[in-house]
């Protein structure tokens, strides 16, 4: 896969709901047809398209979207709907949808960067030694401060507490003014 191409495409990925999801509109101009073309290949198939697979996106989500990212418009003036979003598994089904050679391959390259991705969340997760190892520390940590933190909740509590009424000094007239 060219890099350059690579890059492209991981520019048009998008965390969504806590999923990583591609616009229809963008899977249509890397697959080279009409985004009605690939709406209607989908509609027709939709049994292929859970919604773990692909979901449209609510107005204020859209309109959320619209605000930060300059997402171009259709040539009527913009879309009169909200988007569709495909998840990896979405992008995968597409290519059964639309068969033909440039959409296999296209499909190929934008499974080697979800691929790429996952494996780069994976190494930076950190491995289990040094989990363990925080843990540890953190550990001593709470040990060693426990008392200096029960001593500032403990002032924090009183200060939070009602302050008493003072007493009265003086003579008591019976009176109150």
Known sequence: ???SKGMLI???IYEI???KVMF???LAGLYEVEL???NQAVKRNTGRFPPDFMFQLTLEEWNNLRSHFVISSSSYG???YAPYVFTEQGVSMLSSVLNSKHAISINISIMRVFVKLRQYVL???GSNEQIAELRKLLMLYIEKNDKRVNDIIIALNNLIEQPKKPRTIGF???TED
């Open 17 to 19: 709901r806590g999923q």
């Open 24 to 26: 229809d509109c963008d």
């Open 36 to 38: 009605r073309a690939l």
């Open 123 to 125: 190494h930076q997760c």
């Open 78 to 80: 913009g879309r009169r």
């Open 1 to 3: 896969m060219d890099e």
């Open 10 to 12: 991981q520019d048009m």
């Open 172 to 174: 008591y007239t019976g």
